[in-house]
T-cell receptor, first 115, second 116 residues
Framework: AQTVTQSQPEMSVQEAETVTLSCTYDTSESDYYLFWYKQPPSRQMILVIR??????QNATENRFSVNFQKAAKSFSLKISDSQLGDAAMYFC????????????FGSGTQLTVLP | DTEVTQTPKHLVMGMTNKKSLKCEQH?????MYWYKQKAKKPPELMFVYSYEKLSINESVPSRFSPECPNSSLLNLHLHALQPEDSALYLC???????????????FGPGTRLTVL
């Protein structure tokens, strides 16, 4: 069975600083996708970034970037120039290509941004 | 446009009530999902609809009854719920299930359900 582990239940960062959230996963599949979702207090799950496992290049979306280490099964999220609006629960998620069950979520990391 | 809408935003119901949650998307997605989420926990998959047909039921109690009347609309009918069913219910959609594309799921804002 696939599992996703987020070992940091809570993290904090000073506004304008950089923070990295960690995620590891366990799979025997070779074709899969990885995602980071953000869930602010409004509770809407918002897609932050996604990564295809077959791509060696790390995905980037503005201030958000990932460090994807396929051999180590690691998928960390780096947030640069942190803003107050980045405060949220962040979920790492995994999906096998071709799977109807779609997403396997990690337990989440609660990020606090300090002014 | 990646918008999924859900109504109502909040719902309070007694254990003998019958109510329904509604989810709508106009992105042409053919896969729709219901999730249940407890506080500070990740979402748990309940049902998956693919091309308006129920493809996955994750052993959800029969007091939850999903319905997909058309490709844009997904309902969750609630009857005889228990207090432990109180949670945030999230709807999501994706272009389709599986496949070799990224097929990203987009979530609605959720319905906060309280069962008294």
């Amino acid at each position: 069975a696939q599992t996703v582990t987020q070992s940091q239940p809570e993290m904090s960062v000073q506004e304008a600083e950089t923070v990295t959230l960690s995620c590891t996963y366990d799979t025997s599949e070779s074709d899969y996708y990885l995602f980071w979702y953000k869930q602010p207090p409004s509770r809407q799950m918002i897609l932050v970034i996604r990564q295809e496992a077959y791509k060696q290049q790390n995905a980037t979306e503005n201030r958000f970037s990932v460090n994807f280490q396929k051999a180590a099964k690691s998928f960390s999220l780096k947030i640069s120039d942190s803003q107050l609006g980045d405060a949220a629960m962040y979920f790492c998620a995994y999906r096998i290509s071709g799977s109807a069950r779609q997403l396997t979520f990690g337990s989440g990391t609660q990020l606090t941004v300090l002014p | 446009d990646t918008e999924v809408t859900q109504t109502p935003k909040h719902l309070v119901m007694g254990m003998t009530n019958k109510k329904s949650l509604k989810c709508e998307q106009h992105m042409g997605h053919r896969a729709m999902y219901w999730y249940k989420q407890k506080a500070k926990k990740p979402p748990e998959l309940m049902f998956v609809y693919s091309y308006e047909k129920l493809s996955i039921n994750e052993s959800v109690p029969s007091r939850f009854s999903p319905e997909c009347p058309n490709s844009s609309l997904l309902n969750l009918h609630l009857h005889a719920l228990q207090p432990e069913d109180s949670a945030l219910y999230l709807c999501a959609s994706s272009r389709k299930t599986g496949g070799s594309s990224t097929d990203t799921q987009y979530f609605g804002p959720g319905t906060r359900l309280t069962v008294l």
